[in-house]
């Protein structure tokens, strides 16, 4: 049988760098309704659903005929805001939490977690690192893996550290994978995860998923090969569209 997977998309309003992100227009759609039909797209998402604590993102979501669902303001993650979906929607084996700021992620990434996920306890993606500056940009966080595909650590800092190499070679040896901030839940998982206390690491480096290793559950990281294109400040708007151009419709 077919697991049942439901797709959820937190958006929040407030945002200190770029606040009513989510609303803001890409080439006359609004952010979270490019990444809404992109996430509905994916052959393995049974249901996708907007998660949102404002009104005004609520009937965006309602005008372009998503689906939407107004949750708690008080969560401090978008983890939070998923797992409060889940519970009102019964049924489902596993649940994704797709970035609401990643209005070009690709159908097939979102397969390819849901693929990665079914055997594990969490699963997320990562890319390889092709731009030196980026290795080193604590906005960029970086994850490193044992054999087995699944999370080592991740941070905000260069890692693997390349002790007796010159920094400007470290982008020549493949080794630095860049984390995408998407991930997959086993549904009971999600529930358990939600209600940990903060781990120390995850205080210091500001990764809720550190917490998580902390604790002692899985995370699989399966590498994608297409780029992620997040969008944390006005200024990545123009840089997003001078990279993609033409491939925006």
Not at 6 to 27: D, E, H, M, V
Not at 37 to 63: C, F, G, M, P
Not at 85 to 106: C, H, R, T, W
Request: charge should be negative; proline fraction near 4%.
């Amino acid at each position: 049988m077919k697991a049942k997977i439901i797709g959820i998309i937190p958006s929040r309003y407030a945002s200190t760098r770029f606040p009513a992100k989510s609303l803001t227009q890409i080439k006359g759609k609004s952010m979270i309704r490019r990444v809404y039909e992109q996430a509905i797209q994916a052959e393995s998402l049974s249901k996708v659903v907007v998660a949102t604590d404002h009104e005004l993102i609520y009937k965006e979501v309602r005008n372009f005929g998503g689906e939407v669902m107004m949750t708690d303001p008080n969560h401090l993650t978008g983890t939070g805001r998923c797992c409060e979906v889940l519970d009102q929607y019964s049924g489902f084996d596993f649940a994704m939490n797709i970035q609401g700021d990643e209005p070009f992620i690709k159908p097939a990434q979102i397969d390819l977690l849901a693929n990665t996920v079914l055997d594990t306890e969490i699963a997320t993606l990562a890319n390889q690192i092709k731009i030196s500056e980026e290795i080193f940009d604590p906005n960029v966080v970086k994850v490193v893996c044992n054999v087995k595909q699944e999370a080592l650590y991740f941070s905000r800092n260069p890692i693997p550290f390349q002790r007796n190499i010159e920094t400007k070679d470290w982008i020549k040896s493949n080794f630095h994978l860049k984390h995408l901030g998407i991930y997959a839940f086993r549904a009971d998982i999600l529930q358990k995860i939600t209600n940990l206390e903060t781990s120390f690491l995850e205080k210091l480096e500001s990764l809720e998923q550190l917490t998580w290793l902390f604790e002692g559950y899985k995370i699989k990281v399966a590498v994608s090969e297409h780029a992620s294109y997040g969008i944390d400040t006005p200024e990545d708007v123009e840089k997003v569209l001078r990279l993609l151009g033409n491939e925006i419709f």
